[in-house]
């Protein structure tokens, strides 16, 4: 689908029966009544999966439950020719918790995002101000219908005031008329008339304005309060017409039958037109301060009407100093007595009615539409760097990666060294000192330096890889042929040996190290350490660790293809995974363990690597059945990448619980899936790869960015209800890494997978 148009409004549609569907509709139509012709579609929100007889103007749709569809969305708009995108917020509309699956299509565009708030809260919930402050961030401009609006956005929120703007609710271009020609078309000639109309719902406190109408009648006994609009959808299927029937009973118990008309229609703008000119007065009793927006009153007051209304933010603001009256929540003898001294007196009535129409010459749709034209316009001069999108449609995935993010961002990881090496934690984005270092975080560090330079990437300082690797030297106790693992900040070991998997990332690294590092006297270290601490893998035990060491062999052996005895380690590490595959897994259980853990994917990796590598089919088979298997697992129904979380480690042969999620599982999963891909070459594996980069961006369980761009700096993980906001070594690593692989994609040579297990010679000729 190719959209043409200028501008592209996220929003309900009408036929869609609510306030943000209507009011998105003639926004809209209002854009595109204006002489310059501006272009404008509606990218409509549709709830439930209903569905709905769009107009032309509909030119996508986005099922609120469906992350994917909300990716989908964001990957066609940034493939159309529109300019801006503009965002019409409410958090009901959205699917996720409070609304978060929106984040999902505002962390993927690439032009301009305006964002209009149709309800800011005082007193959000976590989960609230969250998607707000995430909204806000990626908006180029924020707009607001009201001045108590921007005061929350300043106060509550920390909005910065030069990013809001306010722009009231657009309102009709009719003329100022009488009632009395409406009043005789709709039957009700004569006939003092109270107006209330939109989408019924307790809210609207009309059961406060029957209560009064007694009181109006005492002095008006012709009057009749006109009911105007259908049960708003969410409560009929909820409760059915429960609410109209109980307000009808009140008009029943009241003996007021002849002076309440209700009418159950959801009508067009011109029919609304007529009903509105009909009326001398309009109501607007609602019972809750906190209401930012009302499209009813605005459209009552832009065409010329005497209003009583309860004092809600917006009220306030459009009636005060004389333009209208406000009478107290819930005060029935107030609303009755002030809406019949409206009614009683026809030269205030006219007077307040000069004075709405007047300054509502402002808020017409033409002006507003104008308004909105002129910031987009703004907002479109100014340059947005998005998140990194999804690998949708054939797009390439690598490509996106490079575009949007240049290169490494290391400010991070450079704030979390000093001059022994990488520290292990973070108290928010600030280094952790208590909690000293540790041999698994400094060997990642190291293998992000090899990374980088295989990448082609700009590399890490000098001195930092020095020092990382200078670390795993220290860690290195040849006593017992093992590394220490914890080192607290007064630089003493606080263990004897470290554990296996520590020792087996510490041959991965220096494995790597004396495969890709540029320095050619650290790689003749790297490999010397190697071999000395190679020994020790034959009496374990971990999976892990013979995993880890697998990926550092196949660094080793490539730099050092005569040691015969680095190559009988491989083959033995090698076929102990298949042994434990074979013997553990079955028909829904293809794994190596009867329970899921940490690390996942480097098992069917250091597999799939090794069986390329050696040539070695049955290895090659294994960890690519098991990959499968376990990024299946890892799918969501919406099509987004949902890692083991820990709170289900070691559960036996369960489906996995899904917090908490933790970055190590990401970049395990994208390294597995790019040797997948370069073993057999199967698109669904760079899909699973972009899936999985894809989550530090947002495209997760809670919609919820991990990264922060510039700095390069990594959340520790996904709680059921937020991020951990702490941001330590090995998550920042993971992020760095998994951005270095994918952006290697695009490198020359890398579009070019293997196919087949190749052979590689050996110490003993072929292997």
Same mark, same amino acid.
């Given at each position: ?34 002489? $310059?012709?501006? =272009?404008?579609?509606? *990218? ?12 032309? +103007? *509909? ?40 609304? #978060? ?18 309800? *800011? ?28 609006? %921007?005061?929350?956005? &300043? ?35 004569? &006939? ?22 007694? !009181?109006?009648?005492?002095?008006? $006994? ?17 409760? #059915?017409?429960?609410? =109209? ?11 007021? !039958?002849?002076? *309440? ?31 930012? +927006? ?28 004389? %333009? /209208?009256?406000?009478?107290?929540? #819930? ?38 539409? !104008? ?22 449609? /054939? ?80 860690? @290195? ?54 071999? !000395? ?11 892990? $660790? @013979? ?47 009867? /329970? ?5 994917? =480097? ?24 990959? &499968? ?42 390294? $597995? ?53 702490? =941001? ?14 994918? &952006? ?24």
């Amino acid at each position: 689908m190719n959209l043409l148009e200028r501008f592209a409004l996220v929003g309900n549609s009408l036929p869609r029966r609510c306030g943000i569907a209507t009011f998105t509709s003639d926004l809209q139509q209002a854009i595109e009544m204006l002489p $310059a012709r501006e =272009r404008c579609c509606i *990218v409509a929100m549709t709830d439930d999966g209903r569905a709905y007889d769009y107009p032309s +103007t *509909v030119r996508l749709q986005i099922d609120d439950r469906s992350l994917a569809d909300y990716e989908r969305a964001a990957f066609i708009l940034n493939r159309s020719q529109c300019k801006v995108v503009s965002l019409q917020h409410e958090f009901g509309i959205f699917g996720g918790e409070a609304g #978060g699956h929106i984040l999902a299509l505002t962390s993927r565009l690439t032009m301009p995002l305006v964002t209009t708030f149709h309800t *800011v809260l005082e007193r959000p919930t976590p989960a609230q101000r969250r998607v707000v402050g995430e909204i806000v961030e990626a908006s180029a401009r924020v707009i607001i219908m009201a001045e108590k609006g %921007r005061e929350l956005l &300043r106060s509550v929120y920390q909005v910065a005031a030069g990013k809001i703007e306010v722009i009231p609710h657009g309102t009709p271009d009719g003329p100022f008329v009488e009632p009395d020609e409406a009043k005789s078309a709709l039957g009700l000639a004569g &006939r003092p008339v109270i107006l209330t109309f939109g989408l019924l719902s307790p809210s609207k406190g009309i059961e406060v304005m029957i209560d009064a109408m007694p !009181e109006v009648l005492k002095s008006s $006994a012709a009057a009749v309060y006109v009911v105007l609009g259908a049960t708003h959808p969410n409560l009929v299927r909820n409760q #059915g017409e429960a609410y =109209r029937n109980g307000l009808m009973k009140r008009v029943r118990a009241l003996g007021i !039958e002849n002076h *309440v008309l209700f009418l159950d229609r959801f009508v067009d703008q011109a029919t609304l037109m007529r009903f509105i000119s009909m009326c001398d007065v309009y109501a607007t009793p609602y019972l809750n301060e906190a209401q930012l +927006t009302s499209g009813t009153l605005a459209y009552s007051f832009g065409l010329g009407k005497a209003v009583v209304s309860t004092p809600y933010w917006h009220a306030c603001e459009l009636l005060g100093d004389g %333009r /209208g009256v406000l009478v107290p929540f #819930g005060d029935v003898a107030a609303l009755g007595r002030e809406t019949a001294a409206l009614l009683s007196d026809g030269p205030r009535r006219l007077a307040m009615r000069q004075r709405a129409y007047t300054e509502g010459r402002a808020m017409i749709w033409p002006r507003i539409a !104008e308004r909105y034209c002129a910031l987009f316009e703004t907002a479109g001069s100014n340059a947005r760097r998005p998140h990194v999108l999804r690998n949708d449609e /054939g797009a390439s995935a690598a490509g996106r990666t490079a575009q949007y993010v240049r290169s490494a961002p290391i400010s991070h990881l450079l704030a979390l060294c000093d001059d022994t090496g990488l520290l292990q934690h973070a108290v928010y984005s600030v280094a952790n000192r208590s909690h000293g270092y540790c041999t698994d975080d400094n060997a990642r560090a190291l293998l992000l330096a090899c990374s980088l330079e295989r990448a082609g990437e700009p590399r890490l300082p000098e001195t930092l890889t020095n020092r990382f690797a200078a670390f795993l030297q220290h860690a @290195w106790n040849p006593g017992i042929g093992r590394f220490h693992n914890i080192m607290g900040f007064d630089r003493r070991w606080q263990d004897e040996a470290g554990s296996e998997d520590s020792h087996g990332r510490a041959l991965w690294a220096l494995g790597e190290c004396a495969r890709s590092d540029h320095d050619r006297s650290r790689r003749r270290w790297a490999a010397a350490l190697f071999a !000395e601490a190679l020994p020790a893998l034959e009496s374990f035990l971990s999976p892990r $660790a @013979w995993s880890f060491a697998l990926l550092g062999l196949d660094g080793y052996c490539a730099a050092a293809s005569e040691h015969a005895g680095a190559w009988r380690m491989r083959e033995m590490l090698a076929d102990r995974l298949l042994a434990i595959l074979v013997a553990v897994e079955a028909a829904d259980w293809e794994w190596f363990e009867e /329970g899921l853990a940490y690390d996942n994917a =480097r098992l069917p990796q250091a597999l799939i690597v090794t069986g390329c590598s050696i040539g070695t089919s049955h290895h090659l088979g294994a960890g690519l059945r098991s990959l &499968r298997w376990l990024m299946n697992l890892q799918t969501t129904t919406e099509g987004c990448f949902r890692p083991v979380g820990s709170m289900s480690f070691r559960a036996k042969r369960t489906h996995p619980l899904a917090f908490d999620q933790q970055p190590l599982e990401a970049a395990a999963s994208i390294s $597995a899936c790019l040797a997948a891909w370069r073993a057999d070459g199967d698109a669904t594996w760079r899909v699973h790869a972009q899936r999985a980069l894809d989550w530090f961006f947002g495209s997760n369980d809670l919609s919820l960015p991990l990264v922060d761009l510039e700095p390069g700096s990594c959340r520790d993980g996904l709680h059921p209800d937020r991020a951990n906001e702490n =941001r330590g070594g090995e998550s920042a690593v993971s992020y760095l890494l998994s951005l270095a692989e994918m &952006r290697q994609l695009e490198r020359p040579g890398s579009s070019r997978p293997v196919q087949a297990p190749r052979l590689m010679a050996g110490p003993n000729g072929l292997a």
